[in-house]
């Protein structure tokens, strides 16, 4: 079964700084798919970032960039220039490419704090 | 843009009653899924519904489970005998799955406390 760790339970950042969340995985799978996903207080999970495990080439959506290691299975989120709305609990999630299954698997979220 | 709406947030219920959380996944998703977060663990898989059949479900989702897309719009999980350990933030997600990097949106969740 694969597993996902987020090590890092909070980390903080000053205002237009940048930070890094660590995420590491394990599956004996060749092709699957990542994703980060971002939880505000009290609102939905919303996709940040997704990476394809065939692609190469890191992911990247504007200030939000992705560090991806297949070898390592390491896929971490860097943030650039955080701003106060980045303040959110950040999952890590895995889900297969192949064999139907479509559940996304989770670690347990790294809380970011945006500081003035 | 279209968002997974979820009712209610919070849900108070007396142990061993039935509770029923309802979510409206996006329009023209196919994929409807439900996960669970207790309190200070992970956010875990429960059940993926398609075609108005589970396509999947984790070893959570016992026979106190089930699951139902009773119209066109909602989607519904019905835990049949509460227990004090089903307390949980309860999500919702739904997918188009036009192919499988097509993300899960999520709804806000419903808060469950069992008393």
């Known amino acids: 079964a694969q597993t996902v760790t987020q090590s890092q339970p909070e980390m903080s950042v000053q205002e237009a700084e940048t930070v890094t969340l660590s995420c590491t995985y394990d599956?004996?799978?060749?092709?699957?798919?990542l994703f980060w996903y971002k939880q505000p207080p009290s609102r939905q999970m919303i996709l940040v970032i997704r990476q394809e495990a065939y692609k190469q080439q890191n992911a990247t959506e504007n200030r939000f960039s992705v560090n991806f290691q297949k070898a390592a299975k390491s896929f971490s989120l860097k943030i650039s220039d955080s701003q106060l709305g980045d303040a959110a609990m950040y999952f890590c999630a895995y889900r297969s490419a192949w064999g139907g299954s479509e559940k996304l698997v989770f670690g347990k979220g790294t809380k970011l704090t945006v500081n003035p | 843009e279209p968002e997974v709406t979820q009712t209610p947030s919070h849900q108070v219920t007396q142990m061993g009653q039935e509770v029923i959380l309802r979510c409206v996944p996006i329009?023209?998703?196919?994929?409807f899924y439900w996960y669970r977060q207790i309190l200070g663990q992970k956010v875990e898989f429960l059940v993926s519904f398609y075609n108005n059949e589970i396509s999947e479900k984790s070893e959570i989702f016992d026979d106190q489970f089930s699951v139902e897309r009773p119209d066109g719009s909602n989607f519904t999980l019905k835990i049949r005998s509460t227990k004090l350990e089903d307390s949980a933030m309860y999500f919702c997600?739904?997918?188009?799955?036009?192919?499988?990097?097509?993300?899960?949106?999520f709804g806000d969740g419903t808060r469950l406390s069992i008393l």
């Open positions: 329009s023209n998703h196919l994929y």
């Open positions: 997600a739904s997918s188009v799955r036009e192919n499988s990097n097509q993300p899960q949106h």
């Open positions: 599956t004996s799978e060749s092709d699957y798919y």
